[in-house]
């Protein structure tokens, strides 16, 4: 269950139904995410795996991160690490996870908290789980996206954002079937407080059984939608889709998602992520922690890195790195 929630919805602002003009966007497709780990060990499913970068631009990369219960001694996060070239948004949904920069930037999110970092030019650093949730372990489920920066962008100076779950624009459909959380972007001139380089938009929406959520959706923008938790069906074609899948969908000024009637117990709703973006439409080196343009500005980020150009690693946390490896 999502920790950002209301127990009234029919008190927040209303998403307007997109005009009769609006043409929903068909779903080009539907993909399964595989699972696997990252950093020390975590569970993660690589949301956009297989798809090509052509469909996601601006967006280069997302793992759902869990949703899993620790036990005891189990919750594990990322060594100290290099990024350059793109911004890593990490929104928790449940559970706690601390982040720290070479830039200074940093803190601990919990509870639909979002940090958005912007690496440019440049920058090491951690994401791990309190002391605390390592002794007693817990719930932990979240995502982590990298959005792409265009050239005239990848130097610029680093960059962080804390946002907190309460400064989230909280918005329901018409008939106040589903619970629309705009992280960044706007949406019917609802906008969230994430301040993006790359035009975007990302929002998390919880989508009760039988309910329908038919968002307006900018026609510049690419369409994405992901299952973190629950089933239902995208389109006007009503394709299924599950925990897991991701859909793209086609050109269009409407993105429709419905929730499914019968829900495991487990998921007791259709829980998504939408994002749309304006492509940058440049060519992608991408390899490891850095997202560049060419071949070669990759190499002399690897060469940067290595030659401690990156960064500092801040002197309170020598104690605890271990710049060996590049995680998410």
């Not at 790359?198 to 307006?216: D, E, I, K, N, Y």
């Given at each position: 269950m999502p920790a950002v929630t209301v127990a009234d919805v029919t008190m927040l602002a209303r998403i307007p139904e997109p005009g009769p003009q609006a043409v929903d966007r068909p779903v080009?497709?539907?993909?399964?995410?595989?699972?696997?780990?990252?950093?020390?060990g975590f569970p993660v499913r690589r949301a956009f795996a297989g798809v090509g970068l052509r469909e996601l631009d601006p967006f280069v990369h997302m793992d759902q991160m869990g949703e899993v219960e620790y036990a005891p001694g189990e919750p594990k996060g990322t060594a100290w690490h290099p990024h350059r070239g793109f911004e890593t948004v990490t929104y928790i949904i449940d559970g706690i996870f601390e982040h720290a920069d070479s830039n200074g930037g940093g803190g601990q999110i919990t509870n639909g908290d979002t940090q958005w970092m912007t690496a440019g030019g440049g920058v090491l650093h951690i994401e791990r789980p309190p002391e605390h949730l390592v002794l007693s372990g817990g719930l932990f489920h979240g995502l982590q996206l990298w959005v792409n920066l265009p050239a005239k962008l990848k130097w610029t100076e680093p960059r962080y954002q804390d946002l907190r779950a309460g400064e989230?624009?909280?918005l329901t459909s018409q008939d106040g079937g589903a619970l629309v959380r705009v992280i960044a972007g706007d949406i019917a001139g609802q906008r969230g407080p994430g301040s993006t380089y790359?035009?975007?938009?990302?929002?998390?929406?919880?989508?009760?059984?039988?309910?329908?959520?038919?968002?307006?959706w900018r026609p510049d923008f690419n369409a994405l939608v992901y299952v973190l938790s629950g089933a239902g069906t995208v389109g006007t074609e009503r394709r299924p889709v599950r925990t897991g899948q991701l859909a793209v969908f086609g050109p269009g000024a409407a993105i429709t998602v419905a929730g499914a009637v019968h829900q495991e117990s487990r998921h007791p709703a259709l829980d998504i992520v939408v994002l749309g973006g304006a492509p940058i439409r440049e060519p992608i080196a991408w390899a490891g922690p850095f997202v560049m343009n060419t071949r070669a500005e990759v190499i002399a980020a690897f060469d940067d890195f290595q030659a401690g150009r990156l960064g500092t690693i801040p002197a309170q946390h020598l104690a605890h790195?271990?710049?060996g490896g590049a995680a998410s």
């Open positions: 080009r497709s539907v993909t399964t995410a595989p699972s696997g780990t990252e950093g020390e989230s624009r909280l790359t035009p975007m938009a990302m929002l998390h929406a919880t989508v009760s059984p039988g309910a329908t959520l038919r968002l307006p790195s271990d710049v």
